[in-house]
């Protein structure tokens, strides 16, 4: 199960010029088996926000309760912007590198890797090294890599902003299918509005800095297919909902690091 409750988060980073409140009173409930996705202007703290579901960082206020309780260890996995793969390891080596880290050798454990390999397509690049893999496989290693540890929720900072925008909307699609065929609960973070619809069951819109939630919207795409979701009749509609919510000047570029629209598409 992986219901994530996010309950009174504040946070102030602090230094030798003063205190910077980052974070005021974010409340949050994602529910199990969702992928939900965080928007918000440049700067407003989304990735702290982030950090703090993955534990790397303790708020200042509130807590992060996953199914009513504090997540155990391993029970929140967390994709990083880049694949962060090394090069110097083999796939199986680095889809295996969490279970040497928590020292879980398991027989279990390995089989359940050979399991996702195989499932999605790399197991006969087991023995590749990531520089012999497309940008796109690279991505499915870093996610199976997180999956191996068996968390109820994976966190995603921005996961495809390193990738150019076809092989972008392929990944997408591909992390997305996988996520939602292991039932797992998502969290999204990005900067891109049309990734966000195509993506999640509902978005969270994050005013400027100090952050709290300005809305939650419900996206009620019916494909399947994320790509097919940006067809949909009601795509247009939630894309300047989104854009209106976030109140953002033009220059600011909220639709990923290839885009270069200025408006939101025309109905």
């Not at 219901?3 to 009174?8: D, E």
């Not at 390999?117 to 997180?146: C, D, V």
């Not at 900072?157 to 990738?163: G, K, Q, T, V």
Request: aromatic share 6%; hydrophobic share 40%.
């Amino acid at each position: 199960m992986g219901s994530l409750s996010l309950v009174g988060i504040s946070h102030t980073y602090h230094s030798k010029r003063g205190e910077t409140l980052a974070l005021s009173d974010i409340n949050l409930m994602v529910n199990d088996g969702e992928f939900f996705g965080i928007v918000g202007p440049s700067g407003s703290g989304k990735t702290t926000l982030l950090s703090i579901m993955a534990g790397v960082l303790t708020p200042s206020r509130g807590e992060v309760l996953l199914e009513g309780k504090a997540p155990s260890k391993g029970s929140v996995g967390y994709m990083l912007q880049r694949d962060q793969l090394f090069e110097w390891r083999t796939i199986m080596r680095n889809v295996t590198l969490g279970l040497e880290l928590m020292h879980n050798r398991t027989q279990e454990a390995y089989g359940y890797a050979d399991e996702l390999l195989r499932k999605y397509g790399l197991w006969e690049f087991r023995n590749r090294f990531p520089h012999e893999l497309s940008g796109g496989m690279r991505q499915r290693a870093a996610l199976i890599r997180t999956m191996v540890l068996r968390p109820s929720v994976i966190l995603l900072d921005e996961p495809f902003s390193a990738l150019d925008f076809q092989t972008r909307l392929s990944v997408a699609e591909d992390v997305h299918a996988i996520i939602k065929n292991e039932g797992l609960t998502a969290v999204l973070v990005t900067h891109d509005i049309s990734e966000a619809i195509s993506l999640c069951d509902r978005v969270a819109v994050l005013t400027r800095r100090p952050a709290t939630v300005k809305t939650v919207m419900d996206i009620p795409l019916t494909s399947p297919n994320t790509l097919d979701r940006r067809e949909e009749a009601g795509y247009a509609q939630l894309f300047k909902r989104i854009w209106k919510e976030l109140d953002v000047h033009e220059e600011e570029n909220l639709f990923g690091g290839t885009s270069s629209v200025s408006q939101p598409p025309q109905s």
